[in-house]
């Protein structure tokens, strides 16, 4: 059974994105009016895009990455300007934006006279310290240390396009 992401164009020139596993029947419910919610004040509707899918999950994956991009960049999909879309992925990447742990910018981080550079950690080794009564009498079961390292990350060497072709699912500009 195939499932589908799917995007119409409203009458009034907005776009709705959405998921079913019954491409026609799901048009058609939004033509009749039938189909609650946007779409029914926005009639006629178009379908401009769709592309199937093998799970209803990766479908409604698709779904949520086209409903949070621009319209410019929903353009470029539709059209299939597969060299727009990437570009527009790459710009939105390099925006600034706030971590998703604090909620701060980096500029507000700098106007705070914060070191924003990261800090390698390096861990020391991790030992287990359990009650006499709880520790193994075989000493091949005592714990290891293990000392973590820092990570340092390295640019993709990757001749593959980071972009998808009209037979590949969409790519996830935002990993």
């Known amino acids: 059974m195939a499932f589908w992401a799917y995007i119409l164009r409203c ?3 907005s776009y709705y994105t959405g998921h079913t596993d019954n491409l026609d029947a799901r048009i058609g419910a939004h033509q009749s009016g039938a189909y609650k919610g946007y779409t029914p004040e926005r009639r ?3 379908l401009v895009w769709a592309q199937d899918f093998p ?3 990766e479908a ?3 779904e949520r990455r086209i409903k949070g991009w621009s319209r410019a960049k ?3 999909l539709i059209r299939s300007d597969w060299q727009t879309l990437t570009r527009l992925a790459r710009n939105r990447q390099a925006e600034s934006s ?3 742990g604090s909620g701060r910018t980096e500029e507000e981080t700098e106007e705070e006279g914060a070191n924003t550079s990261p800090t390698p950690v390096r861990a020391g080794p991790v030992e287990a310290h359990l009650a006499a009564s709880e520790a193994p009498t ?3 079961l005592t714990p ?3 000392r973590a390292e820092p990570v340092e990350a390295h640019a993709s060497t990757s001749t593959e396009p980071a972009f998808a072709t009209p037979d590949t699912p969409i790519p996830d500009p935002n990993p």
């Open 11 to 13: 009458e009034d020139g």
């Open 44 to 46: 006629p509707v178009v």
């Open 55 to 57: 799970s209803r999950l």
């Open 60 to 62: 409604l994956e698709a």
């Open 74 to 76: 929903k353009e470029a």
């Open 98 to 100: 706030p971590s998703t």
């Open 138 to 140: 075989d000493r091949s």
């Open 144 to 146: 290891t240390p293990v």
